[in-house]
């Protein structure tokens, strides 16, 4: 058979991804702080959007026609504002009391300023003035340090060093940058920038300007006056605090154990990280963006939060007013632009809603009994289960439990907290456990230990095995704990054995 060119038509199907449909799955994984935002530069991108003011339009209905304010001069309108100021002698007249009392600070003047102000923001239809606007601010670590590097350090080739230094702290106060590195930086020699190092460490809190734990704690006892030669050797032995090995810790600082507690009991007084005081950013509370509540008849009610949820609306009067009056194809082409675009976004918001709360009915219906009785009731659940259950895609599933929270009877979870893997059972009955489920009764067993009786991995798995059928392996077991920051059967025998003996020392 020759071969030779030719042109064939065929017919075949395929999707493609338009950029409004991977903008509309994108707004999926955004967290309700992040989806505001975007709305936000929605709105002033779009003149045809408008957020909606709680009430419910109707479809087609046009606003309601607001009554034009009476036109009114510039000195009418600044005539009329000064009639209403009052000064601070007739304030204080209407209190019957002398002005210093009222306004400190205006004494025996006027201060229309002040009660202009005051009586338009606290007037009807007003708003009272936002007290945390006035409230101080906290400084910085920097900023902290800053105040006393001045009275510190007076020399101003120190003084730009004292500053390098400050800004190479950690969150902690400690110098996360060596001191060779910052010399060559600055081009200035190792010993200077160590000395001006030395200043620094006598700043408040006691403590930053380290450069590991040991030299962190020992600043602070050598301003206590604490740092003898035997908490020096106890400093320089801190892994075996960290391993509890009391006995030859004992034996390498040269004292019996009474004392060793003491000066345990010392250093526990310590703050191993002075900086964590200063810590900059706002702490910003978990807002659940699904309520989950049981009903009088026993059945869950399943809510959406609204009062996170940002709603839009597309002004189709201004639009029909706007296009009759453009000049030319262009505007035309912006404004049908401008419309697409804001239709496309007020139905992903509500897609996105109804998704966020398809997905959440069924992690209640799949995790009714950890709801009902707690953790040793929750099964084990995947993406892949969620998703065939509400006939979505596994990414869909995905996109959506990340960053959103739900509010329980049991508390407030993230959604992925209720995906674990299946742990296998070992008494034959098909069932599966929840790798949250044996995490909780791991630390459970670990809790009630006593010290005579530590228990090993090999020792959980069995127990987990006899008492609850959970087929579990020794190294399983030991993941777990390390994930839970539990230290091993050596460690807490030596931890257990130190509180009991410094609860009979202490009686």
């Not at 060793?260 to 005081?277: F, I, N, T, V, Y």
């Not at 219906?365 to 509400?390: C, E």
């Not at 390390?482 to 054995?497: A, D, F, L």
Request: glycine share 6%; aromatic share 6%; charged share 25%.
């Amino acid at each position: 058979m020759a071969l030779s060119p030719r042109l064939e038509v065929r017919q075949a199907q395929s999707l493609t991804l338009t950029p409004q449909l991977m903008q509309s799955i994108r707004l999926l994984q955004l967290s309700h702080l992040e989806l505001n935002v975007f709305v936000e530069q929605e709105l002033l991108r779009n003149p045809l959007l408008e957020r909606e003011d709680g009430a419910e339009p109707g479809d087609g209905d046009a606003p309601e026609a607001v009554e034009a304010p009476a036109e009114m001069s510039a000195y009418e309108d600044t005539v009329d504002h000064g009639d209403r100021i009052q000064s601070a002698d007739s304030i204080a007249d209407s209190y019957d009391t002398a002005v210093e009392n009222v306004f400190p600070e205006q004494s025996a003047q006027d201060s229309p300023d002040l009660s202009g102000q005051w009586s338009e923001r606290s007037g009807e239809g007003g708003e009272a003035p936002d007290l945390d606007q006035y409230v101080a601010s906290r400084p910085s670590l920097s900023e902290h340090l800053s105040e006393q590097i001045n009275f510190i350090v007076t020399d101003p080739a120190e003084r730009l060093i004292a500053r390098f230094l400050t800004d190479s702290l950690t969150e902690a106060g400690y110098l996360g940058t060596d001191i060779a590195a910052i010399a060559e930086q600055l081009g200035a020699s190792f010993e200077a920038v160590e000395a001006v190092l030395f200043k620094l460490q006598g700043c408040d809190p006691i403590g930053v300007f380290a450069r590991d734990v040991k030299e962190c704690l020992a600043i602070q006892l050598r301003e206590k006056d604490r740092l003898d030669p035997m908490m020096q050797r106890l400093l320089d032995h801190l892994e075996l605090i960290a391993a509890h090995d009391l006995a030859t810790l004992a034996r390498t600082v040269g004292c019996d154990r009474e004392d060793l507690a003491d000066m345990l009991a010392e250093l526990r007084q310590l703050d191993p990280k002075p900086g964590r005081a200063f810590e900059v950013g706002p702490v910003e509370a978990v807002v659940p963006d699904v309520f989950v509540r049981q009903g009088s008849s026993g059945a869950w009610q399943i809510e959406l939060n609204a009062d996170i949820l940002p709603r839009v609306l597309v002004n189709r009067t201004y639009y029909a007013s706007v296009t009759s009056k453009a000049r030319d194809a262009a505007e035309k082409t912006f404004l049908t632009d401008c419309l697409q675009t804001a239709n496309w976004l007020t139905k992903s918001l509500d897609q996105r809603a109804q998704t966020i709360l398809k997905v959440a009915a069924e992690i209640v219906k799949q995790q009714d009994g950890f709801l009902l009785h707690g953790i040793t009731h929750l099964r084990p659940m995947t993406l892949k289960l969620v998703a065939d259950a509400i006939d979505m895609h596994e990414s869909t599933v995905s996109r959506v439990t990340s960053n959103k929270y739900v509010s329980t009877p049991r508390g407030l979870f993230e959604m992925k907290y209720f995906f674990t893997t299946a742990l296998g059972s070992s008494n034959g009955d098909g069932g599966e456990h929840s790798a949250e489920a044996v995490r909780h009764r791991i630390k459970q067993l670990i809790d009630a230990e006593a010290p005579a009786s530590i228990l090993s991995d090999d020792t959980i798995a069995e127990m987990l095995g006899k008492e609850q059928g959970i087929e579990v392996a020794r190294r399983t077991v030991a993941k777990y704990r390390e994930g839970m920051g539990i230290p091993s059967s050596v460690i807490r025998r030596r931890q257990k054995r130190a509180m009991a003996d410094a609860r009979e020392h202490a009686s």
